[in-house]
Structures are given as C-alpha cells and as structure tokens.
C-alpha cells in the first residue's frame, strides 16, 4: 500500500479509532459548486469532462482546495466500464445517462475483451497520475468502480430506473445470460481498479447503488459473491489495499458484510441509523457515514445537531464521517463548510 501513515482515512481503514474521523463526501465534486459548473462548461458535456485528464482532475482538486477534505476521489462515472466493453453511452440534459443495451447472449458474447478495456480508459489513469502529482501529501487518493449488479441494471434497461426491473426480470427469465454478464463486470472491474491502484489511487470504493433491491440469495449471489472476487482478486495484486464496499440500502445485508466480502470498510447510507450500524456493522470495523444529503441543503441547527449525531455514534470505533448517499446539486457550499467544521470541532 503507498500513503503515510499521518493520512488519517488510511489510518480509519487500518482499524485504528480516531479522536476525530476524517470526512470526505461522495460526489463533493460536483454541481453544487459554481467552480464544477464552470470547468464542465468548458469540457463542453459530461463526458468530455470524464476523458479530460487535466479537466477532470480540475475538479476532483475543487473541493479539496475549498474545504480541504481528507481525501479525493477521482472523477469520473461508472458506466465508463460498460462503454470501455464497447457499449454506446451518451448522457442526456437534465435526465442522466443512456446507454445502448445488453440483454442476449449474443451482445454478451460481443463485449470486448477485458484486455481491451485499457484503451478506452486511458484518460481516467492519466487523471489519477495528475492527482497524485498534484495533492496534498496528507490528502488520500481513492479511486473507484461500480458493482456489477449496479452497472448491469444500467447496461439492461439502457438507463438508470428506480425498480431496475429489466435487470430483474432477465435474471428470472435467462438466467445464464444474466450471469454471463455479472462474470464479465466482475473480471473487467478487477482490471479497471487495478490499473487505478498502478496509476495512484491509494484506496478503492465499490459503488453498488442498487444492492438494496437483491433480495434473499440474490444478494448472497450478485452483490456479496461479486464484491468478494473482486477484493480478493484486488488485495492478492495489490497487498495492503484498503477497499471501501457500500451496499446501499442493503439492510439487514450491511450485517457482516465486511467479514463476507473481505472489505476493509462498509458504507452505509441513511436509511439505517448511525446508532444501529455502530451497533451492528462497527464490529467488524470501520464504517462511513451516514448523514443524510437533505440537511446539506436545510442547514441550520439540524445540520449541526445530526452531524454531531454521526459523529458520536461511530465514536468508539473506526469511522469516516461522509453521506449516506452523494451531495445533491442544490446543496449549499456554506452548509458544506459548517459540516466539516462541526466534524472538526468534535
């Protein structure tokens, strides 16, 4: 593992408690700082700003020079895999991203090879190796991917959908095409966080946004079994790397989570309390969370009376203070500084 031992998240990932935890926030790069606004108005669209090294480094840097979190996560988004494996993948204004779809064993079969992924994903290395260069030494690199469950449901229904039916009803209906699929994610998400971890990134976060709609041995299946290959796969290349697994919305699934999948940390998002994940997910070691994103927008006495909340409940045990889910565009920058000062402050 590179870093220092002064980085305090590596230290959190470590087990180690700390006085104060160290914060960092999903998607603090992002809409709700006019800088982001207008560094991806000179990019041009979304995915110009993704492929544009020193532009999306830009903007991983924004919030870090603004606020100085503890760490940085690289920008970029996780249907780049998908669209790395030959899938078309276009965004659409004030709706979000399209994406051509992969629903027969024959558009299966027609992804690229995992060896071909590196090409297409080039840019997004070169952003990591910019960051490493350009950071702060005290401030932790984190690189990232989707889960395969959550990348698939996209890559199904050609969007995101709340219910992910599509992807539902392929796994009842053609089953062994469905898992052709979640196998091809799993090995090609192994490549992609390794060629991170080479180009800097220090830690690695699993994003399975849609992990709480698995139910029963579904989520044993496509959302424990896939997080496990992929760490073991990731740690035995990379000895010491510490991974962050979030689960969302995975409930009663957060409970041993981390003991099932080999991951040094588990994100939990707001639709749990923080006293029930200390009490429950803690004991198996560090935790992120989980402030709900609304209060980033209301601020006042709640902000600072529910962020004191987070912190105290985690406070006998490892814990990164951060969301339960990303930071909404109409977020106040003001509340954003408020939050980390009452993190700070203790």
């Given at each position: 593992m590179t870093g220092k031992p002064d980085k305090t998240i590596l230290r959190a990932l470590a087990g180690e408690t700390l006085p104060v935890p160290p914060v960092w926030m999903m998607r603090q790069a992002g809409r709700y700082l006019p800088e982001y606004r207008a560094t991806r108005a000179e990019a041009g669209d979304?995915?110009?700003?993704?492929?544009?090294?020193?532009?999306?480094?830009?903007?991983?840097?924004?919030?870090?020079?603004?606020?100085?979190?503890?760490?940085?996560?690289?920008?970029?988004?996780?249907?780049?895999?998908?669209?790395?494996?030959?899938?078309?993948?276009?965004?659409?204004?004030?709706?979000?991203?399209?994406?051509?779809?992969?629903?027969?064993?024959?558009?299966?079969?027609?992804?690229?090879?995992?060896?071909?992924?590196?090409?297409?994903?080039?840019?997004?290395?070169?952003?990591?190796?910019?960051?490493?260069?350009?950071?702060?030494?005290?401030?932790?690199?984190?690189?990232?991917?989707?889960?395969?469950?959550?990348?698939?449901?996209?890559?199904?229904?050609?969007?995101?959908?709340?219910?992910?039916?599509?992807?539902?009803?392929?796994?009842?209906?053609?089953?062994?095409?469905?898992?052709?699929?979640?196998?091809?994610?799993?090995?090609?998400?192994?490549?992609?966080?390794?060629?991170?971890?080479?180009?800097?990134?220090?830690?690695?976060?699993?994003?399975?946004?849609?992990?709480?709609?698995?139910?029963?041995?579904?989520?044993?299946?496509?959302?424990?079994?896939?997080?496990?290959?992929?760490?073991?796969?990731?740690?035995a290349r990379h000895p010491?790397?510490?991974?962050?697994?979030?689960?969302?919305?995975?409930g009663e699934g957060y409970v041993g989570f981390a003991k099932a999948t080999g991951a040094d940390c588990v994100a939990v998002d707001n639709s749990v309390t923080p006293e029930w994940a200390a009490q429950h997910v803690q004991k198996d070691g560090c935790v992120q969370g989980n402030l709900a994103p609304h209060h980033l927008v209301s601020g006042g006495e709640d902000l600072i009376r529910e962020t004191r909340r987070v912190v105290g409940a985690f406070r006998n045990g490892p814990h990164i203070f951060n969301l339960g889910h990303g930071i909404t565009p109409d977020a106040d920058p003001e509340n954003v500084r408020i939050m980390i000062e009452t993190v700070r402050q203790g």
């Open positions: 979304f995915l110009s700003l993704c492929y544009n090294p020193e532009l999306a480094a830009e903007v991983t840097l924004q919030p870090i020079r603004r606020y100085g979190f503890d760490a940085a996560i690289l920008f970029a988004d996780i249907l780049l895999l998908p669209q790395a494996l030959g899938r078309e993948l276009w965004f659409e204004t004030g709706e979000g991203p399209r994406m051509e779809t992969t629903t027969t064993a024959t558009e299966v079969a027609a992804l690229r090879p995992t060896t071909a992924i590196h090409d297409t994903l080039a840019p997004v290395y070169e952003t990591l190796r910019i960051l490493k260069r350009e950071l702060p030494e005290e401030t932790t690199l984190i690189g990232f991917a989707g889960m395969p469950w959550t990348v698939a449901t996209y890559m199904i229904a050609g969007r995101g959908k709340e219910e992910q039916a599509g992807a539902h009803r392929l796994k009842a209906e053609d089953r062994a095409t469905f898992e052709a699929l979640i196998d091809r994610l799993t090995e090609a998400t192994v490549e992609y966080l390794s060629a991170q971890v080479e180009a800097g990134a220090e830690v690695v976060k699993l994003f399975d946004s849609w992990a709480g709609s698995l139910k029963g041995q579904d989520f044993q299946d496509f959302a424990v079994k896939p997080a496990a290959t992929i760490i073991a796969a990731l740690k010491g790397l510490p991974v962050i697994a979030f689960p969302r919305e995975a």
